[in-house]
C-alpha cells in the first residue's frame, strides 16, 4: 500500500517530467534497457553526479 509520502513523491516527480520534455524521452529510452543494465547505469549517473 502506498503512503502519502509515496504519492506525494510520485506526484512531484511526474510534475518535473511533464515541466521537462527532454527528460520524458529519456525515460522512455530507459525503459528500453534490460534491468540488467540499470544497475551499471546508475554507477555512471552517480559518477556524473560526483563531478558537478
Known amino acids: 500500500?502506498?503512503?502519502d509520502?509515496?504519492?506525494d513523491r510520485?506526484?512531484?516527480?511526474?510534475?518535473?517530467?511533464?515541466?521537462?520534455p527532454q527528460i520524458?524521452?529519456?525515460?522512455?529510452?530507459?525503459?528500453e534497457v534490460?534491468?540488467?543494465e540499470l544497475e551499471a547505469l546508475g554507477l555512471i549517473i552517480e559518477k556524473?553526479?560526483?563531478?558537478?
Do not use: G
Not at 26 to 31: A, D, K, N, Q, V
Open 1 to 3: 500500500m502506498k503512503t
Open 5 to 7: 509520502f509515496d504519492t
Open 10 to 20: 510520485y506526484r512531484t516527480i511526474l510534475r518535473k517530467i511533464r515541466t521537462r
Open 24 to 31: 520524458e524521452i529519456l525515460l522512455e529510452s530507459l525503459l
Open 34 to 36: 534490460p534491468d540488467s
Open 48 to 52: 556524473f553526479r560526483k563531478k558537478k
